[in-house]
């Protein structure tokens, strides 16, 4: 008989409840609302674009955390580490053939290179240049890569303010023109 009452109290309070928060929702939105607590709404994050494109170019990463878009902060950053472990790889090695052919052909016979009988000055000189043109070329797409995520942030922060509502749709059907002609019709429903 007691669990009975303690129940029925139970549920006439979580009724009261539930009728308060649907009197206060319909007179005011931007009254109190229930969460799991009372509390106030909270208002959906709005990023400002120019805020998210300069914290990107502070610190790469950081306009995509502004955004709350922390999911991409470790690509990022993958890819700055690999930029410097491609750049890291292709100057040592230019470095490296351009010695050697510096010792090729600086007419010095007490200098020698350990490419001695493996390459020709020719070979030599032609992966000199190829690895300072893959150093460069790992320059330019780091930067590239630089200007991508700030416009990914920029872009981003746009479209986070960017509202589709539920009801767009599309449809095409055929219709009869004001001449006779029979064509089609794109219709956009927005609403």
């Not at 306009?63 to 890291?88: E, L, S, T």
């Not at 749709?169 to 429903?189: D, E, Y």
Request: aromatic share 16%; with cysteine.
């Amino acid at each position: 008989f007691m669990l009975k009452r303690f129940v029925f109290c139970g549920l006439l309070c979580f009724l009261y409840a539930l009728q308060v928060y649907a009197q206060s929702a319909a007179s005011d939105s931007t009254t109190i609302r229930w969460e799991g607590k009372w509390s106030t709404p909270k208002e959906r994050f709005q990023p400002i674009p120019k805020k998210a494109i300069l914290y990107s170019a502070i610190l790469p990463g950081l306009g995509q955390a502004y955004n709350r878009q922390y999911w991409k902060v470790p690509i990022i950053y993958a890819g700055m580490v690999a930029a410097f472990v491609a750049y890291d790889f292709n100057n040592s090695r230019y470095q490296m053939y351009k010695k050697a052919y510096i010792a090729r052909i600086d007419n010095n016979p007490s200098t020698s290179d350990e490419f001695v009988g493996l390459y020709t000055d020719a070979n030599l000189k032609t992966l000199q240049d190829s690895y300072k043109r893959f150093a460069d070329m790992t320059i330019l797409f780091t930067a590239v890569g630089f200007a991508l995520q700030s416009l990914d942030a920029l872009t981003s922060a746009h479209l986070k303010n960017f509202d589709v509502s539920k009801d767009i749709s599309f449809r095409i059907n055929p219709t009869v023109l004001p001449t006779g002609q029979i064509g089609v019709a794109m219709i956009f429903k927005t609403h």
